[in-house]
């Protein structure tokens, strides 16, 4: 049935299409340097959509493939299992919280942008059903796996300058805190309430910490 089609993570890649093309065939435009995460556009520009736009940019054709083939392959495996407006939270939160680790910890020159920062909380959310579920055989196997490419990737992560480590590691914190928060449908008894209020606490508690570090490292006022 159509409404079992995972819709919600074609539109994702459709968006993202879209601004990659945007860019490659009208670089007069300079997407990325409007959409992008760049902290002194954010901090003297109030510009606030730089929070969530970074995720629907990419720089270079690589970049773009390879962000669009994992999330092609872990957006339907995450959308079948959390539900459509669900996923469609997790990632965007994901991709919220991975902006705003890039905001907090990256030099203030950085220009950053991806659809990883979301990918990594679609990892991290999945860590937690794993939790959850500890009673399933094939969501085990699927945590294990993922688990080992989320351990991989953030090694690379320390020895390749041109990944956004930050951004990773605050989409992977942000996709946790996330699929805490929203649980799962049909099973909700395995998520508790106090778990999941606790969740929603510190994800508020981590955005307003990455805001502070951000202000200060720049020496400014919040406003």
Same mark, same amino acid.
């Given at each position: ?28 435009l300079?997407?990325?340097?409007r ?6 556009s954010?901090i ?10 970074p ?20 957006g339907q495996?995450?959308?079948a ?12 939160l ?5 902006n ?7 030099g ?5 942008g991806?659809? !990883?920062?979301?990918i $990594?909380?679609? =990892?991290?959310?999945?860590? &937690?059903?794993?939790?959850?579920? *500890?009673?399933?055989?094939? %969501? ?7 688990g080992?490419f989320?351990?991989?990737?953030l ?5 390749d ?21 929203l ?15 606790? !969740?929603?606490?510190? $994800?508020?508690? =981590?955005?307003?910490?990455? &805001?502070?570090?951000?202000?200060? *490292?720049?020496?400014?006022? %919040?406003v």
């Amino acid at each position: 049935m159509k409404r079992n089609q995972p819709y919600v993570t074609y539109t994702f890649l459709g968006i993202n299409t879209v601004f990659f093309l945007l860019e490659y065939l009208l670089p007069s435009l300079r997407i990325n340097e409007r959409l992008g995460m760049f902290i002194p556009s954010v901090i003297l520009g109030h510009e606030y959509w730089r929070f969530l736009t970074p995720m629907i940019i990419h720089f270079g054709l690589m970049h773009f493939v390879l962000n669009s083939v994992v999330l092609y392959y872990m957006g339907q495996q995450c959308e079948a299992i959390f539900g459509h407006w669900r996923f469609a939270l997790v990632y965007l939160l994901s991709g919220l919280m991975g902006n705003m680790g890039s905001f907090a910890f990256n030099g203030s020159g950085v220009l950053s942008g991806g659809a !990883s920062t979301a990918i $990594f909380g679609l =990892f991290g959310a999945f860590l &937690v059903v794993g939790h959850h579920y *500890k009673d399933n055989p094939a %969501i085990q196997g699927l945590t294990r796996q993922f688990g080992l490419f989320i351990l991989m990737n953030l090694v690379f992560g320390l020895f390749d300058s041109s990944i956004d480590l930050w951004g990773h590691l605050g989409g992977l914190l942000g996709g946790a805190l996330s699929g805490m928060l929203l649980g799962v449908p049909r099973g909700q008894d395995r998520f508790s309430v106090r778990g999941r209020v606790t !969740s929603g606490l510190f $994800f508020v508690f =981590f955005v307003v910490v990455a &805001v502070l570090i951000a202000f200060r *490292k720049v020496g400014m006022p %919040i406003v």
